[in-house]
């Protein structure tokens, strides 16, 4: 029976040509980027190694698989250009992914510092978003200690509801927020803008653990520069 079917169906439309647009193949949709590989990086007695010299960057971030021999209490120090951070080495390995710039990723071990491994952040897909809050009407003013936060909710835009509920003895009570598209597209921390009646007030840093959102607050917005 399908296959008479299918002839029937070719005996209906073989009295019809086909047109032009007809003949004419859809074109391909884009090919979908493959996840980056990590990096392993290691911190032993002798400092750090790493596994290559370049990694790429994916839509969240660069991702590195960090683990080693090193001590207990061993940090791996982390520096790219106009920034830095360090963080301790797990015990077993586990990849990260770091909301760091394409270019050069400096890394070296607490327990060795004088050893330094340089691995490059490649970009082929241009996920990486350059720019900062500044460029966003809001230049970085200052961290207080905030006694707020974080703001909870089941998105993102609940988590900040509720931080601005938090925050109304700051300032006056944001009114509105927005994603500012600076980093990487699906990093795993988000920046936000809060603001005053249309005017920029604070950032606020924006984390998803599972199905739970969490909002914090981060920077107060300086001064424009005009």
Known sequence: MAAAVAVSGLLLVAGCAPTRAERTAAPAGPAAVP??????????????TVSGTTVRAGRAGVPVRVGGTA????????GWTHGGEGNPVPASPTV????????????????????????????????????????????PGGIPSWKVGPGRGTSANAALADLTRQLSEYQGQPTSWRKLPVGYLDAPVSTWLLAVQGEPRITALVRR?????????????????R
């Open 35 to 48: 996840e980056p590989e990590p990096v392993d990086v290691r911190c032993g007695p002798d400092g750090v």
């Open 71 to 78: 001590p207990a209490g061993t940090y791996l120090n982390i």
């Open 96 to 139: 990260w992914t770091l909301a760091v710039p394409p270019g050069q990723l400096r890394l070296s071990c607490s327990n060795v510092e004088k050893r330094e491994a340089v691995v490059t952040v490649v970009d082929p897909s241009s996920f990486w978003r350059p720019g900062t809050t500044a460029d966003h009407s809001c230049p």
């Open 209 to 225: 653990t599972g199905s739970e959102f969490k909002a914090d607050p981060d920077a107060l917005c300086g001064p424009l520069l």
